[in-house]
């Protein structure tokens, strides 16, 4: 019953997450997407470009997926990320909880992608007209 | 010895890892190896942070590196 997706994909279909989540048991699907914004302090982005540390990477998302568990009671967890060439609006993540009432898979939800963003080893990199930059490289 | 490198550290060595062949010095540990490395890359002082993975697992400064581990260079992550 108690199940776990976790994986680092070329392209993301959001259309498979509704599917992928229900459970006869939940009430609530709660879902994450983070998509590639076109400006980032007014200076226009073209793309972002993915990068991850695919073994290790796996394995923190596993172990976020699991501690999820642990703190929530959730039917199922799903943890998704693109790598790659990504453009202006595309989804580059997806995470989401299902479980029997509502608050357990919202609050589930933000800890899925705030803990994401602190330890799997992914990196972006923004490029503009001129430049590019490595996200929070720098101070 | 190889170091694996992503993100930024690939850029900053121009490279995708790092060897430290047998008749040069190796680092002993995570501290040494971070050490060593911003004195031959001083750019690297530069970053946010700067952490080691070690057999795919984030290494405190004392863990000891052996020639058959696998070792990664993480500079700050920016999933998501």
Same mark, same amino acid.
């Given at each position: 019953m108690s199940e776990k997706i976790v994986e680092i994909v070329d392209k993301i279909d959001t259309s498979q997450v509704f599917t992928e989540l229900s459970d006869a048991h939940s009430g609530g699907i709660c879902v994450f997407v983070g998509t590639v914004r076109e400006f980032t302090q007014n200076e226009k982005v073209m793309s972002l470009e993915f990068e991850a540390y695919q073994k290790m990477a796996l394995k923190e998302m596993d172990k976020i997926a699991?501690? !999820?568990?642990?703190?929530?009671?959730?039917?199922?967890? @799903? @943890?998704?990320?693109?790598?790659?060439?990504?453009?202006? #609006? !595309?989804?580059?993540?997806?995470?989401?909880?299902?479980?029997a009432h509502r608050d357990a898979c919202f609050e589930a939800c933000r800890y899925l992608i705030d803990t994401l963003k602190e330890t799997v080893p992914i990196w972006k990199k923004e490029l503009f007209e001129n430049k590019t930059v490595w996200v929070s490289a720098h101070p | 010895m190889e170091v694996l490198l992503f993100?930024? !550290?690939?850029? @900053?060595?121009?490279?995708?890892?790092?060897? *430290? +062949?047998?008749?040069?010095?190796?680092?002993?540990? %995570?501290? #040494?190896?971070?050490?060593? @490395?911003? #004195?031959?890359?001083?750019? *690297?002082?530069?970053?946010? +942070?700067?952490? %080691? !993975?070690?057999?795919?697992?984030?290494?405190?400064?004392?863990?000891?590196?052996?020639?058959?581990?696998?070792i990664a260079i993480i500079p700050p992550v920016s999933g998501g």
């Open positions: 699991s501690d !999820a568990k642990e703190k929530w009671k959730l039917n199922k967890v @799903i @943890i998704r990320h693109a790598v790659g060439l990504k453009k202006v #609006e !595309a989804p580059v993540v997806v995470v989401g909880a299902s479980s | 993100g930024i !550290a690939k850029d @900053i060595v121009g490279e995708s890892l790092i060897q *430290f +062949s047998e008749s040069e010095k190796v680092p002993t540990s %995570v501290s #040494e190896l971070k050490q060593m @490395i911003s #004195e031959t890359y001083p750019e *690297f002082g530069k970053l946010s +942070s700067l952490a %080691v !993975a070690v057999n795919s697992e984030y290494a405190r400064d004392d863990v000891p590196l052996d020639r058959n581990d696998e």
